[in-house]
């Protein structure tokens, strides 16, 4: 169970120092007891303390890194319930099931397939994570050598998915570089597969056939020593599977029950008989509160929806995401090149900086930091003033780049022309178009 931030506070060294950030060593005690400090930020908690310290510092569920190389990831470590709370922090992994009788050149032509799924969206590659590589008819030979070719010839990290202990080690012994999950650890396995797990330093998964059976089976585990488990509460029903999710959150948070404080791995793949209603029920898992996702497969129109909403999920809503202020060159612009002015807002850069692009005239667009907010927004805010806007244009150095006198300004600030104007006297400022979309057109008619 999580200490209070009272039990806390008895093992702190109670100098009230400040180092910490805060005015006492109280106010540290109840800002680590409710998941808002961290314990490393105290510099003078003894190892005694710091080992009983651990747990009430520790997420109330737990991270686990699961891979190796550049789709390596974490699952876990959530601390809220709702995502407007605070944020969710690691992103659900996405994973295709592949049988292990597929023959050797087909599993070869899906990796490729499947490695050309990676989409740029607002300066990030979104792409999935995982292969689960599914035993079919307990042949640890064919097991371990799709393993092998997976780990071997693709960036996928792996699930490998069987209750049998000696294809299991066949799969481990082929691919344990690549630091798989091992799929699932039973009650009939358990030890088994603990053991496995243990010796080779790798993720486990439990599969229960209910949320009560799921405790003895991370407890056993626990006993183990092994801390990196997911779980999967076993219903395969959709209405049951999604309280399971809820529950299993809700207890690890709310209850503090740490024997259910672990990512899940979900299986839309066999919870639906054609593709709609899969990518329907993986999206409900992204959303709630699946760590991974098992899909049948990955097709562009399935995957690209589901990258997106994850993006969406696990984005901080309290940060908006922005870039870096400055100047942004599009398409080779030269000194009589259009000059138009935005605020920092990601998805206003990529949506008007994609506009400017497909309109094919080359363009400065100056990028004003805003704090991230859109156009209407930071004018409503004061964020995006008139003189703002253009101190900022006479300090950026776009006057040393181009040899006219003009700006375009968005046409939902247009109320801030007069004040650019007085700012910057000698420019013209045009009101440019409210909506980006718009944008080809008025470039390509000036
Ligand atoms: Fe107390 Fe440690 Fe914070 Fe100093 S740094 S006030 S000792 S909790």
Redo the contacts with the bound molecule.
Sequence with gaps: MALTGIQIFKL?????????G?P??LA?AMNLASGKAELD?????SDEAREQLAEASAPPIRPVAIGAGVRKFTVGGETVQYRHEKTFFNPTALAAMVSSDIVADALEQKLKTWNAFQFERVGLNLRPEMVALKDAGGDAGAFAAKAKLIAESSEFNLVLMSEDEGVMKAGVEACGFKKPLIYGATAGNIDAFGALARDNGLPVAVKADSVGDLVALTEKLAEMGLKDIVIDPGSREIKQSFDDMVAVRRAALKNGNRSVGFPTITFPCEMASNLDMETVIASMYIAKYGGIVVLSDFTGESLFPLLLERLNIFTDPQRPMTVTEGIYEIGNPDENSPVMVTTNFALTYFIVSGEIEGSRVPAYLLIKDAEGLSVMTAWAAGKFAGDDVGMFVKKCGIADKVKHTELIIPGYAAAIAGDVEEELPGWTITVGPREAAHIPGFLKTR
């Design positions: 702190l060294p109670k100098t009230n120092c400040k180092e910490c805060v006492t060593c540290f930020s105290c510099p003078y908690v």
